[in-house]
């Protein structure tokens, strides 16, 4: 059941792609309050792949991109809470053979619309670029680009093409090592992440953001955002955002860099 969008020409500083929802909003979307968790079970005709007895590859039933592949694990596990080995060598496992942009929010104040765990990939064709702002995020790396205004960490990817169980190494230790840089703790000393958080990687770099809030000016914003993907729907001031610009929209729903 794919939502339907359209591109929104704005005169916004920046690659930033701005989409307008034509869809009506999913009703798990819309409705307050408890909702039932569509992961257990899952849908049968959404599987795409079993990885062992824990993780399973599922297609979105709402995507707004094609091939939106969701990574669930297949016994309850909380999306707030920390992510663990086997999450990584599931993520591993996938990105053996299929590239593209994977992407976490740790809870619903980070944009997350299920408790259940899940991390999410946006297939890419080899050499095409996984989200807008990689450009600028590998500028950073490079120190050709100043860093952006809330608190964030970005590394280098080096493992991602070695084999599943060292891509799996690699990706545990940047995100422990990112959470214990931007404050949400440790998994030994915290039973879950102390904040808010997004994380965004593609086979070349590993970003961690720490949030506040989910909305700001009407606008939702998930990781998605962080990679220069904004949706616009009835609730979004687009005047807002076209008067202080996407930059200000991700620092507004960032935490500040004290």
């Known amino acids: 059941m794919p939502l339907s969008t359209a591109l929104v020409p704005l005169d916004i500083p920046g690659p930033f ?28 005709e959404l599987e795409v792949q079993r990885l062992g007895t824990t993780h399973l590859a599922l297609l979105n039933k709402y995507p707004v991109q094609e091939g939106h592949i969701l990574l669930i694990s297949q016994q309850w596990q909380p999306q707030a809470g920390w992510l663990t080995g086997s999450d990584w060598r599931a993520v591993a496992a996938i990105s053996a053979d299929t590239g593209g942009l994977w992407f976490f929010n740790s809870c619903a104040a980070a944009g997350a619309s299920q408790p259940h765990r899940h991390l999410q990939l946006l297939p890419r064709r080899n050499g095409a670029v996984s989200c807008p702002l990689a450009p600028s995020i590998q500028a950073q790396l490079r120190g050709e680009q100043s860093p952006w205004p809330w608190h964030y960490r970005i590394s280098p990817r080096q493992q991602a093409r070695a084999c599943v169980d060292a891509a799996a190494a690699e990706l545990a230790s940047l995100y422990l090592r990112h959470s214990a840089a931007l404050d949400l703790g ?73």
């Open 17 to 44: 792609v701005v989409r307008r929802l034509l869809s009506q909003t999913p009703k798990h979307l819309r409705s307050a309050g408890p909702k039932p968790n569509p992961f257990l079970p899952w849908d049968p």
């Open 186 to 258: 440790t998994p030994q000393q915290d039973p879950a992440p102390r904040q808010p958080y997004n994380l965004l990687f593609d086979d070349q770099w590993f970003m961690t953001v720490r949030r506040t809030r989910e909305q700001w000016a009407g606008f939702s914003v998930n990781a998605l955002g962080f990679a220069g993907s904004l949706l616009l729907t009835d609730h979004s001031d687009q005047h807002w955002l076209e008067r202080h610009g996407p930059l200000a929209l991700l620092g507004a729903v960032a935490a500040e860099v004290r």
